[in-house]
């Protein structure tokens, strides 16, 4: 579990400094924006992973000519991230995986925020996997549900139907996706591979 985490981290920094170099500060605070839901992402984690990253070649950290250090004040300068050649090759092979690890609750929120630098068979694989995964844990639960109902009072009988509802709801949402990339893929059959970069995600 630890792995996946820090795998959904190291994606989500390579991502958002795919999109322009960052200081640490904002990346921190695009981060925040991006993992809300990721309730395992900590600021205390973002340097240890960023220094990793500088240690495997993906990244590099330069001081920001514009922030001097400050003698009387003890500020230290602040470091701009940016990719290297190798991060950006790093991130192309994380974007085109489509397996199990792309769809889990850990990281399909990351690679969703990128579904703009990703290409729309990716995309689609990615979808459709998580949708089937949805579905498995919404029969499960509902199974569950039945067999239990009888000896449940009504606030965790309430509480379960809640958290149907939300599975539904999300199933829901990747259906109408879903339906959207197959309509976009069939009108326009003959054009070749997308161009992602320079696209804004927001």
Do not use: N
């Given at each position: 579990m630890a792995r996946s985490r820090s795998d959904v981290l190291e994606t989500a920094i390579l991502g958002l400094l795919n999109e322009s170099p960052l200081h640490g500060y904002e990346l921190r605070k695009r981060l925040n924006l991006m993992l809300g839901s990721f309730r395992a992402f900590s600021y205390g984690s973002l340097y240890p992973a960023l220094?990793?990253?500088?240690?495997?070649?993906?990244?590099?950290?330069?001081?920001?000519?514009?922030?001097?250090?400050?003698?009387?004040?003890?500020?230290?300068?602040?470091?701009?991230?940016?990719?290297?050649a190798e991060g950006k090759e790093r991130l192309q092979t994380v974007l085109a995986?489509?397996?199990?690890?792309?769809?889990?609750?850990?990281?399909?929120?990351?690679?969703?925020?990128?579904?703009?630098?990703?290409?729309?068979?990716?995309?689609?694989?990615?979808l459709e996997g998580r949708r089937t995964r949805l579905t498995e844990r919404l029969e499960s639960v509902k199974e569950s549900a039945a067999r239990t109902r009888e000896r449940l009072d009504e606030y965790t009988?309430?509480?379960?139907?809640?958290?149907?509802?939300?599975?539904?709801?999300?199933?829901?949402?990747?259906?109408?996706?879903?339906?959207?990339?197959?309509?976009?893929?069939r009108t326009r059959p003959s054009s070749g591979p997308e161009n992602h970069h320079g696209q804004d995600n927001h």
């Open positions: 220094k990793a990253m500088v240690a495997h070649g993906h990244i590099v950290g330069t001081e920001s000519p514009t922030t001097p250090p400050h003698a009387l004040s003890g500020k230290r300068a602040r470091i701009v991230y940016q990719l290297t995986t489509s397996g199990p690890a792309a769809w889990e609750d850990e990281s399909f929120d990351v690679r969703f925020a990128f579904f703009a630098q990703t290409d729309a068979e990716t995309r689609l694989r990615i009988l309430e509480l379960q139907r809640h958290g149907l509802e939300q599975v539904e709801r999300e199933v829901r949402w990747l259906d109408g996706l879903i339906t959207t990339e197959r309509d976009r893929r």
